[in-house]
């Protein structure tokens, strides 16, 4: 369908399956495949070495690649400020009081929780 292959591949979903195909349909010699989606924690990515070697190029961006230190602040600002034009409360898929943290972890390695929030009670 591509004449041996895409140029580029984004996987924004998690799956390993998901994660070697896009690693697998790029170009021999030039071809980049970028992982975004996170998967589950004890899922392997499994492909033959001569995907490699063969000088495909695969990448990640965890959290697209954010510097948390200043554009966590930026964008928590810009949400107070409701700046954003997005309803940012549907990415949210959990809300725990700091004291159940361990749950909040647990519902992301699980692949249940996409984002929890997390409450500081005085």
Known sequence: MTG???DRSVECTGSVQAM???FECVHDGWGVCVLVGVPK????FKTHPM???SERTLKGAFYG????RTDIPLVVDKYLNKELGLDMDK???HS???AEINKAFDLMLKGIG???MIHLDA
């Open 51 to 53: 995907n490699l070697l």
């Open 114 to 116: 996409l984002r929890c």
């Open 20 to 22: 070697i195909s896009a």
């Open 91 to 93: 990415f949210i898929t």
């Open 41 to 44: 924690i004890d899922d392997a």
């Open 96 to 98: 725990v009081p700091f």
């Open 4 to 6: 041996g292959g895409v």
């Open 65 to 68: 690649n954010y510097k948390p």
